[in-house]
């Protein structure tokens, strides 16, 4: 079978390399533009990718429909690739942390013990994990991106994190290949970043709507904190976004399974990034802060749950050495509060992007889940007093 394969840059647009390429814009609202009110100043792009050099990119494999044959679809997957400096080896400082660990974030025992992280951080579902994570190792070799110990001595630790797409996806076919993960590296580009059912998140469910990627940046003083997260995560009761209890409200389309419930188990994937100078204790107080963002729209890190985060920092370019002694920048302790609600704004903003973004998708044997329905989400937000005036 032929997989559907789509890139997807962070320029907004769609390529497709199946057959003759296309290319179009995305045209999808975002959560502001429907009214959904959120506090805090954002980036011009409001998106991770306002932090300088950040690079992303999407790989979105989607083919096939009807019953599950392993091995063969229907294929609902892909893998997102977050560059921080872009197609560099320059590694950032660095901190992760788990709020509830029922998931997979390779390499931060090492982010961890070093304090930085030395390559891209790669998101895909729970059973792609391996090969992507030998990609990324392939790809740095090949691209001559590593710091070697000595003339062709060198190792890698990736940082790959997952989230399960098993409920629409043929999870068990491992259709995710090197070659997804190399076009998602080498697309990897700043701007836009397109939003939903794309890259790693193409199959994922939040909140028992459609989920997928989203993203979002606030700007604070001279800084910006920028956030992308992989959502597929949390039950309908507890949704509740801007204040309004969505959940509550709307209690229909339910996700139409035939096989394969999940039921509210599930996981989210969050990454921080920021041109602030922290180091890596101060990276792990602002990774520990993403679950206030989650909190406020009613997630509760159950025990089905893999709530893993990651948060890097772009300042102190030349901080990486085998070496030598090196200066470093340090923002105050007493100076972080601001963004540590920055964080939490833009991880909530975030996961509300991605689940406006996502279409309502069929996977296997016709399991079927819905996405968030705009019209009734303004309706809601206007009953509540919650609509923002300007939209």
Not at 104 to 130: A, C, D, K, R
Request: proline share 5%.
């Amino acid at each position: 079978m032929r997989n559907h394969i789509s890139v997807s840059v962070v320029l907004g647009l769609h390529l497709a390399l199946s057959g003759v390429g296309t290319v179009q814009a995305q045209s999808k609202p975002r959560a502001r533009e429907l009214g959904v009110p959120f506090a805090g100043e954002t980036g011009p792009l409001n998106a991770i990718t306002d932090v300088a050099g950040v690079a992303v990119a999407h790989v979105t494999l989607v083919e096939g429909d009807g019953p599950l044959r392993v091995g063969q679809g229907p294929i609902r997957t892909g893998v997102t690739a977050i560059l921080p400096r872009g197609k560099t080896f320059s590694p950032v400082f660095a901190a992760w942390y788990s709020l509830n660990g029922n998931g997979e974030m390779t390499g931060t025992t090492w982010v961890e013990e070093s304090g930085f992280l030395e390559g891209p951080v790669m998101i895909t579902n729970t059973h792609s994990v391996g090969v992507v994570r030998d990609a990324v190792i392939e790809w740095m070799r090949d691209e001559d991106l590593n710091g070697p110990l000595a003339p062709g001595i060198w190792w890698g630790l990736p940082v790959v994190a997952e989230t399960y797409d098993g409920g629409l996806n043929d999870i068990n076919g491992f259709h995710v290949q090197k070659e997804h993960a190399f076009q998602a590296l080498n697309g990897a580009a700043s701007g836009p970043v397109q939003e939903g059912g794309v890259g790693g998140g193409t199959g994922m469910v939040c909140n028992q709507f459609k989920g997928g990627i989203g993203t979002a940046s606030r700007r604070v003083g001279p800084y910006t904190v920028g956030v992308l997260v992989q959502c597929n995560y949390g039950g309908r009761e507890g949704l509740t976004i801007a204040g309004v209890p969505v959940g509550r409200e709307i209690t229909d389309l339910m996700p139409e399974y035939h096989s394969n419930n999940q039921g509210e188990n599930g996981s989210i994937i969050v990454v921080v990034a920021t041109d602030a100078p922290l180091l890596p204790h101060q990276l792990k107080r602002l990774a520990r802060r993403v679950p206030l963002g989650i909190g406020r729209l009613g997630g509760l890190g159950t025990n089905g749950s893999g709530d893993i985060f990651i948060a890097f920092s772009t300042a102190n370019p030349d901080a990486w050495s085998r070496k030598e002694t090196v200066r470093l920048k340090m923002m105050p302790n007493d100076a972080m509060s601001s963004l540590f609600k920055a964080t939490a704004e833009a991880t909530e903003e975030s996961i509300v992007n991605a689940m406006v973004a996502a279409e309502t998708m069929i996977g296997i044997n016709g399991n079927k889940v819905h996405a968030l329905p705009h019209g009734r989400l303004q309706e809601l937000l206007r009953k509540y007093n919650r609509l923002d005036a300007q939209q």
